[in-house]
């Protein structure tokens, strides 16, 4: 999760190219969110974390302290999904990536139901598409990246 002043995300058909199905994604100021979802993630799991993400106070306030969340900001939600995935870096030099999730039905299904939970709060939230190759932009105000465990 990134704290950022504009963010955006394109998806890419075969060629590389924009996809013409999907429209471009924008937001101005929030969080771009990098959505890891695990095989053993259930309804209560996403709630919570949902929660995390709009209540965490990452936003500036008077003298450097972070006061403020997502919603207190009015801020917007760029969520993007990252299919669990691992490097592979063979003695050839040219590591691979290897795609662990076991059920991609589960994953997009349960990074949807994440990306409700967020719109339940009247955060505006955009989305990329599960499983696609996506060219995403940004201008992080930071250094602020955080990453949120459910644990």
Request: proline share 7%.
């Amino acid at each position: 999760m990134q704290r950022v002043n504009e963010a955006s995300i394109a998806v890419l058909n075969d060629l590389g190219t924009l996809d013409p199905t999907f429209d471009v994604q924008q937001i101005g100021l929030g969080l771009l969110l990098t959505v890891e979802i695990e095989p053993d993630d259930d309804e209560p799991t996403i709630d919570m974390m949902a929660n995390r993400v709009l209540t965490l106070r990452c936003f500036d306030g008077p003298q450097g302290s972070l006061p403020q969340s997502v919603q207190e900001i009015r801020g917007e939600i760029l969520s993007i999904p990252q299919p669990l995935t691992s490097l592979h870096s063979p003695a050839t030099g040219r590591p691979q990536l290897v795609a662990e999730d076991t059920d991609d039905e589960h994953a997009n299904l349960t990074w949807i139901r994440f990306n409700e939970a967020l719109r339940s709060s009247n955060v505006p939230v955009y989305e990329g598409r599960y499983g696609a190759r996506m060219r995403i932009g940004s201008i992080v105000d930071g250094p602020f990246q955080f990453t949120l465990i459910s644990d």
